[in-house]
């Protein structure tokens, strides 16, 4: 866009924003169907032999145009045997992941997990299934039509395997049971077909419905987890309300208890005879609760309680309203891992609230948008990676006296997941973010991209659809995509509405190549009372360009270039004078432009001073005359 026509079209663009602001499309509604498992379970736990006896039955709706003739169960348990493939994984790779590493081919009989499937009928009737690792394969007797509900009733017996990755028992903390990946779980089969992947210790995917679980363990134990409770006067263990008198049915020295999860995808619980258990009511009504060991950084637990609360209160006007009534965090697992209403994390750590504002995120990422994270890991981990970058630097202004200084071109936005993307962009092992989280050749190059990569993303957005666009686009997606298994196709499409630019180049430079992002400031050279630029595209991804100008008075101006294929330009961020150029067509290595200034009142040049842009080589972005002057 030139020069003449930027008064013009920025009044036409305040116009246009004003429009799209009151007429967004909700592609969700009509784009997607998906499947609906709801589970109703009954478990008997014997915590002197870990094994647990197990029912399930599942109401299984087939959503989709499709007949199905097969269905999928993970058997996640079964992954903690010598031979596995999540131990052949973790013995073959080649930067295991140190919880892991040999320790399943190391496992005794009655160390291991398993899940043994005794029956499995459809409608009443028994099925033929085979179990294939960490899957267990159905061939139906009757295909599921289009629109048809079948039941499948099972009956299996499980033992949960020592701690070794993510779930289990007696985790080294001494938390007796992390029931993570417990139950036999319906496979999600979606727009792309079935999802039934082994587990090899990775990211999940899963069918959302109703649970319900009745879970008979010794009444010693306090569990906690995903799902309300609704027989606490039954139980007490702290879930009674206050004055609430308890009166606990123990039968055979054995306490059952009744959890109900409306919309989740999953269903976690832990369970330990020494937790101890606090409530929080928020001011809007969500209770936290939070279990953890007695007599273990106690302190700490108790100063992460209000500010598990400020968390989900920032989280909620910045990034949707947590829909359900309750979240759990829980000490348990081996780091820190996210479950719908809940969270298991190790309960020794300094960084209590960093692991559980992360993990508590999750909650909108995985819990309640529930892209396919194993085929989309960025969209999960990175996105909860930015967001909980976000929460936290909050947390710091509102517990400390610092003042939040003005926006400026240098402090706007955050460079959230930079470091760790841009390392691996440079090791030259970088995979492109389109990997299947499992397929990845290095651990830490998966890390890099899922929680790098995919946070970079986020907040390399705010620069160039602008700060309040990606905000504004934030809540919208969650909005329209809560509950629907968003792709990254889904999530650009809500930017490209808020924003009003076209976005496409963005996830095919960004997502599915490893290409890589690198402007220079080339020649300063002066012509009389002009000064002209150029710019150089050094990296093979183009994106716009924001230049930062400093005279030696102390007067700033901002200079910037569109990408021609973006079909507009962002709106000002700052009140810093702008001066919108004529786009730059990808294509194009150079861009040259003058300025009516002479030279010799130039005292920089810089390339996003913000530093939003994952620019590989930041060295080159700028030009100062002082350098020159020390040269001479
Ligand atoms: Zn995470």
């Avoid at 736990?45 to 599942?58: A, R, Y």
């Avoid at 701690?163 to 007696?170: L, N, V």
């Avoid at 947390?395 to 240098?410: C, L, N, Q």
Wanted: proline content about 4%; charged content about 25%.
């Amino acid at each position: 866009m030139n020069l003449r026509r930027i008064a013009q079209a920025s009044f036409l663009l305040s116009i246009c924003s004003l429009a799209l602001a009151q007429n967004l499309a909700d592609r969700s509604s009509n784009e997607r169907w998906q499947q609906r498992a709801n589970y109703y379970m009954e478990v008997e736990m014997d915590v002197e032999s870990n094994q647990f006896f197990g029912e399930q039955k599942i109401d299984y709706t087939n959503n989709s145009p499709d007949e199905l003739n097969q269905v999928f169960y993970h058997l996640y348990f079964n992954a903690f045997q010598p031979g596995s493939m999540m131990d052949v994984r973790s013995r073959t790779i080649a930067d295991p992941d140190r919880r892991v590493r040999d320790r399943i081919s190391k496992l005794g009989e009655d160390e291991i997990g398993y899940q043994k499937i005794t029956s499995l009928k459809q409608n009443g009737t028994d099925v033929k299934y085979e179990v294939v690792g960490t899957v267990l394969e159905v061939q139906l007797n009757q295909p599921i039509k289009p629109g048809e509900t079948v039941t499948f009733d099972m009956v299996w017996n499980g033992q949960v395997p020592l701690q070794i990755r993510r779930s289990g028992r007696d985790n080294r903390e001494g938390i007796r049971y992390s029931m993570a990946q417990w139950f036999p779980k319906m496979a999600e089969y979606d727009y792309q077909g079935w999802h039934a992947d082994e587990y090899i210790g990775r990211e999940f995917y899963g069918v959302w419905g109703d649970y319900e679980l009745k879970l008979t363990i010794d009444k010693d134990y306090v569990v906690g987890g995903t799902g309300y409770l609704q027989n606490p006067q039954e139980i007490g263990h702290g879930y009674e309300d206050e004055g609430q008198t308890v009166n606990q049915k123990v039968v055979n020295g054995k306490l059952t208890w009744h959890f109900v999860a409306p919309d989740v995808h999953d269903f976690m619980w832990a369970a330990d005879p020494d937790y101890l258990h606090n409530k929080l009511t928020m001011k809007n009504g969500i209770v936290l609760h939070f279990l953890h060991q007695k007599g273990q950084n106690e302190e700490n637990w108790e100063k992460l309680r209000p500010l598990t609360e400020m968390s989900f209160e920032y989280a909620n006007e910045y990034f949707g309203q947590y829909p359900y009534k309750q979240f759990s965090v829980i000490q348990g697992g081996d780091g820190g891992m996210e479950y719908p209403m809940s969270t298991l994390i190790t309960g020794q750590r300094g960084s209590l609230l960093g692991v559980t504002i992360h993990e508590s995120m999750h909650d909108w990422y995985h819990g309640v948008l529930g892209s396919n994270e194993a085929l989309h890991p960025w969209m999960d981990e990175g996105f909860t990676s930015y967001a909980s970058s976000r929460i936290s630097a909050h947390i710091r202004y509102e517990t400390t006296d610092a003042e939040k200084p003005e926006t400026t071109m240098e402090n706007i936005g955050s460079r959230s997941g930079q470091g760790g993307y841009l390392n691996s962009a440079k090791s030259g092992r970088e995979e492109a973010l389109s990997t299947h989280s499992d397929h990845y050749e290095y651990n830490g190059i998966y890390s890099a991209a899922a929680y790098g990569k995919g946070a970079v993303w986020m907040s390399q957005l705010g620069y160039v659809i602008g700060e309040e666009a990606r905000d504004k686009g934030l809540l919208e997606y969650f909005n329209q995509w809560k509950f629907k298994h968003p792709n990254p196709n889904d999530v650009l499409r809500v930017f490209e509405e808020v924003s009003g630019l076209e976005l496409d180049w963005y996830n095919e430079y960004f997502v599915y190549t490893t290409k890589q992002i690198d402007y220079a400031v080339g020649e300063v050279v002066g012509e009389g009372e002009k000064t002209n630029i150029t710019l150089n595209k050094v990296g093979k991804m183009p994106m716009p360009v924001d230049v930062v100008i400093t005279y030696k008075d102390g007067t700033k101006e901002v200079h910037y270039m569109a990408l021609r294929m973006m079909r507009g330009e962002k709106p000002a961020e700052t009140n810093d004078k702008r001066i919108v150029h004529e786009d730059w067509p990808w294509t194009n290595p150079t861009y040259n432009f003058s300025i009516d200034r002479p030279i010799s009142e130039v005292a920089s040049v810089v390339i996003d001073p913000s530093g939003r842009m994952a620019d590989i080589d930041k060295e080159n972005n700028k030009w100062a005359a002082e350098k020159l002057e020390n040269k001479k």
